[in-house]
Antibody, heavy 120, light 106 residues
């Protein structure tokens, strides 16, 4: 199992951005993919999840309306997107694979992270 | 939102010794508790899930215990590669992480 994320991004406030996470080594459409934010030197925050099989999405209240999640099943890739970046979006963003049963899932595989820097 | 509180913030232990890290939930999460290890410049790695089940490839010196609101991660015979930041996470009601415990060499 591998999750490979897109490279570091440097953007200005107000810019749009879409970062990616490509899964391999497993059936991409059968596992939820999540996104986790880590502000440098700080802890981990769950942002949202998407099921690539049908693009069902769920969000943390803290991130609802702030970002968009999508997935392209044809290329086993999930995306995290912003319409208008703010300086406070500066962070490392990790994609994760969720594994488990019923309603209980852990983050069993992590991408390498994408550093997003937003500065004027 | 379920709040996860880890203690201590920093733990100094000598190699070869035992480390005990604590995690408390603001309400019961049953056994839906995971531990992750993060080394500098790396992504976190799943260590323990279901409060006490080691993830694939995790050495037996790592063990987890607890249920409800109180949880513990124990690492015996600390190796050099174990010094890192450890996060607990509840997945009983969506997902929230503790603030982390930094395990440093004494």
């Amino acid at each position: 199992v591998q999750l490979v994320q897109s490279e570091t991004e440097v953007k200005k406030p107000g810019d749009s951005l879409k970062i990616s996470c490509k899964g391999s080594g497993y059936s991409f459409t059968r596992y939820w993919i999540g996104w986790v934010r880590q502000i440098p030197g700080k802890g981990l925050e769950w942002m949202g999840i998407i099921y690539p099989g049908d693009s069902d999405t769920r969000f943390s209240p803290s991130f609802q309306g702030q970002v968009t999640l999508s997935a392209d099943r044809s290329i086993n890739t999930a995306y995290l997107q912003w319409r208008s970046l703010k300086a406070s979006d500066t962070a490392i963003y990790y994609c994760v694979r969720l594994s488990g049963s019923g309603s209980f899932f852990v983050f069993d595989y992590w991408g390498q992270g994408t550093l997003v820097t937003v500065s004027s | 939102e379920i709040v996860m509180t880890q203690s201590p913030a920093t733990l100094s232990v000598s190699p070869g010794e035992r480390a005990t890290l604590s995690c408390r939930a603001s309400q019961s999460v049953s056994s839906n508790l995971a531990w992750y290890q993060q080394k500098p410049g790396q992504a976190p790695r799943l260590l323990i899930y279901g409060a006490s089940t080691r993830a694939t490839g995790i050495p037996a010196r790592f063990s987890g215990s607890g249920s409800g609101t109180e949880f513990t991660l124990t690492i015996i015979s600390l190796q050099a590669e174990d010094f890192a930041v450890y996060y607990c996470q509840q997945y009983n009601n969506w997902y929230t992480f503790g603030q982390g415990t930094k395990l440093e060499i004494k």
